[in-house]
């Protein structure tokens, strides 16, 4: 069977440039081996496109992995870092969209700010890329810059990552947990959210906690969306949600993208690539048994996770496609999870 062309919910991909701008030629166009991504390796397994996060790691990362070795041995606990200034995030986010930009202007993708624009660029050959931002820390609290953003592209946003900002408090990687882990969203933080509906772009909930959650689903319009979580059923950390926050995107009519961290989908919250795909598919068994067949897509978290060895980076797809299949999904289904419902999220979300 030919390849399922794949939509992703998430990757930081843009953070290895940002590691090594004087080597992106190799690593983008060519690929050099290293991480999970690369031009070669998307077109080998079936990665259309998907949502390119601009991350800023926090100091003391030195922009390493923000993955840490407790995580092998659950119960852990890690602390928040601590909240970025506008000053030191805003440089490293130009920096990473503007290494978004060289790759369209390689022209091998496409920066695209509607579903048609995506639908073209898979059409055509090229990656077709939703500019996202993880943690709004670029963005002061008069919000004049997710203008700015937008207007560079900005279609999707989430307002938290694993750390404290102005607008609100993300979990911490705590296992075992659940999301409840402090308070919700600031004056700041349901402005932004409000700024961002009236601006159509697309608000995920990946890394906020509970009362933010909840603070977003009270203010926001639009679908609510988690790019890449997974069942807090299926693995208690603090990072997944949980059946009754996957009640309420049902009932928006938003959708869920499968994380492949490992330890955010094994049961035992091991960070251990020793993982197969029994349970991905008990992940994704359990979002659509509340979610629905159309609300659920996948969310990979390439280049940034510890992901389960058979699937190995973005050429492993088929074989995640493959085991989808043996496990009983139909062919329809199949293509709704790798693409087609995240197609018709943005439709809703943006329009078309």
Same mark, same amino acid.
């Given at each position: 069977?030919?390849n399922?062309?794949?939509?992703d919910g998430?990757n930081d991909?843009l953070?290895r440039?940002q590691?090594? $701008?004087?080597?992106r !030629?190799t ?11 690369d031009?070669p =390796?998307?077109q ?7 949502f ?5 790691p926090? $100091?003391?990362?030195?922009?390493d ?9 659950p119960?852990?606990?890690?602390p928040?870092?601590?909240a ?7 440089p ?9 930009m060289w790759? +369209? ?7 695209? =700010?509607s579903v048609?624009?995506? *639908?073209?660029?898979?059409? +055509? ?5 939703i ?6 820390e ?15 592209g900005l =279609? ?6 694993s750390r404290?900002?102005? %607008?609100?408090h993300g979990?911490?990687?705590?296992? $075992?947990?659940?999301?409840?882990t402090? !308070?919700?969203?600031?004056a700041?933080?349901?402005?932004l959210i409000r700024e ?8 995920d ?8 959650f ?17 069942a ?20 928006s009519n938003g959708?869920?993208g ?5 330890? %955010?989908?094994?049961?035992d919250? *091991? ?5 197969g795909? !029994? ?8 979002l659509i ?6 609300r659920?897509g ?5 280049d940034?996770?510890?992901? $389960?060895?058979?699937l ?12 989808l299949?043996a ?8 293509e709704?999870l790798?693409?087609r419902?995240w197609?018709a999220?943005l ?6």
């Amino acid at each position: 069977m030919t390849n399922v062309p794949v939509f992703d919910g998430h990757n930081d991909f843009l953070l290895r440039l940002q590691k090594q $701008p004087g080597n992106r !030629d190799t690593i983008w166009l060519k690929g050099d081996g290293t991480g999970q991504l690369d031009l070669p =390796r998307m077109q080998a397994g079936g990665f259309a496109g998907g949502f390119f996060a601009v991350w800023c790691p926090s $100091p003391e990362h030195e922009g390493d992995s923000h993955y840490d070795d407790d995580w092998k041995n659950p119960p852990y606990d890690v602390p928040l870092p601590e909240a970025l200034s506008l000053d030191y995030a805003l440089p490293i986010a130009v920096a990473e969209i503007g290494h978004l930009m060289w790759m +369209e202007r390689t022209g091998t993708l496409s920066i695209c =700010r509607s579903v048609a624009d995506i *639908r073209q660029a898979m059409a +055509e050959g090229r990656i077709a890329a939703i500019l996202h931002m993880e943690g709004a820390e670029a963005i002061g609290t008069d919000l004049d810059a997710l203008h700015v953003w937008h207007a560079a592209g900005l =279609r999707s946003l989430g307002p938290v990552w694993s750390r404290p900002t102005a %607008f609100g408090h993300g979990v911490p990687f705590r296992f $075992p947990s659940s999301p409840d882990t402090g !308070d919700g969203l600031t004056a700041a933080g349901k402005d932004l959210i409000r700024e961002c509906n009236a601006l159509k772009i697309m608000v995920d909930l990946s890394h906020l906690n509970e009362k933010g959650f909840n603070d977003v689903a009270a203010i926001s319009d639009a679908p609510l969306v988690a790019t890449h979580s997974n069942a807090h059923a299926v693995s208690p950390t603090a990072r997944n949600l949980t059946d009754r926050q996957l009640r309420m995107i049902a009932e928006s009519n938003g959708m869920v993208g499968l994380n492949y961290a490992c330890s %955010f989908l094994r049961p035992d919250g *091991r960070q251990d690539t020793d993982t197969g795909f !029994d349970v991905m598919l008990r992940h994704l068994d359990h979002l659509i048994s509340i979610l629905g067949e159309d609300r659920v897509g996948l969310g990979s978290d390439f280049d940034g996770a510890e992901i $389960p060895a058979p699937l190995g980076d973005v050429a492993g797809l088929p074989r995640l496609i493959e085991a989808l299949r043996a496990h009983g999904y139909g062919e329809a289904l199949v293509e709704k999870l790798a693409h087609r419902n995240w197609l018709a999220l943005l439709e809703r979300t943006w329009g078309c």
